[in-house]
């Protein structure tokens, strides 16, 4: 079956960075749109970003742009968010979807498969 596995969530301070990673098994890695997404307390779950097979074509959120970077491994079936310039409003469980399609989008419902999430917090 489809697993998605995210790791590298952490405790940090406003300004730092982390990387996030998504290893994806059970699926063909390339036919799916790879997305994040995050869920803060008290809050719906939040379009973060999405790439295409190819890495190239993505999509971010207003909130994000400029300071994260989604990017995928095909060869190895794994997708990572480099988060940068870190703000305490990131702090939220960050979760990783994969979408069987070409055409990105942002909605939560038209995403197939979802990990369990991974928490980051930052710290101001």
């Known amino acids: 079956q489809v697993q998605l596995v995210e790791t590298g969530g952490g405790l940090v301070q406003a300004g730092d960075s982390l990387r996030l990673s998504c290893a994806a098994s059970?699926?063909?890695?390339?036919?799916?749109?790879m997305g994040w997404f995050r869920q803060a307390p008290g809050k719906d779950r939040e379009f973060v970003a999405a790439a295409r097979w190819n890495g190239v074509n993505t999509l971010y959120a207003e909130s994000v742009k400029g300071r994260f970077t989604i990017s995928r491994d095909n060869a190895n079936n794994t997708v990572y968010l480099q988060m940068d310039s870190l703000k305490p409003e990131d702090t939220a469980v960050y979760f990783c979807?994969?979408?069987?399609?070409?055409?990105?989008?942002?909605?939560?419902?038209?995403?197939?498969?979802w990990g369990q999430g991974t928490q980051v917090t930052v710290s101001s």
């Open positions: 059970g699926l063909t890695f390339s036919e799916y749109i």
């Open positions: 979807a994969a979408r069987r399609s070409t055409v990105i989008v942002m909605e939560t419902t038209l995403y197939d498969y």
